[in-house]
């Protein structure tokens, strides 16, 4: 009631099923972008749900929906398989809506592969010793093979460290 009647929302269906809307895009776009991402993402993934569980009858006709609820919730996967399903349930009623549908499957698919990607690249430049938030060099810790063959080059003997080769003669 304090968001009408601050004429921030207004009521857009009947009392019975009272639906709400913004009143401005502006307005919309504040409130969403002030709600900390895991609990607009959470939030996604239950509207999601809900919209699923309330009528399974309608699933297939509200896969769109829940593809993009799921697209926003990071639920990448999921949102890929309801875009296809949306797809083809529109493909018999709207030739240009399930084009729309495939295509999102396209984007979140390509989305899918750079995520899984970029990981992968990050992973492999972790392991060669690359720091990928600056893309410099990280040090590295000497391997044990390293540390033998760099104290042999430096003289271990001088400083009393046993070498492997020095342990093999004796």
Do not use: M
Request: glycine fraction near 4%; charged fraction near 30%; charge should be neutral.
């Amino acid at each position: 009631d304090d968001v009408v009647g601050a004429e921030l929302i207004e009521q857009v269906g009947p009392n019975r099923n009272a639906e709400y809307a913004f009143r401005h895009p502006l307005i919309h776009a504040v409130a969403y972008e002030s709600q900390l991402k895991s609990d607009r993402a959470d939030i996604h993934r239950r509207v999601a749900a809900a919209i699923e569980s309330r009528d399974p009858a309608s699933a297939d006709q509200n896969a769109a929906l829940i593809a993009e609820h799921l697209q926003a919730a990071g639920d990448l996967h999921a949102a890929f398989s309801w875009h296809i399903r949306a797809g083809a349930w529109a493909a018999t009623r709207d030739i240009t809506a399930a084009w729309v549908s495939w295509e999102r499957a396209r984007q979140v698919a390509d989305a899918i592969r750079n995520r899984d990607r970029s990981a992968a690249i990050r992973v492999g430049a972790r392991d060669l010793g690359i720091d990928t938030e600056t893309e410099r060099e990280a040090p590295r810790r000497p391997s044990p093979r390293r540390a033998n063959s760099a104290d042999r080059v430096s003289g271990s003997r001088a400083r009393g460290i046993p070498c492997i080769e020095e342990k093999a003669i004796k």
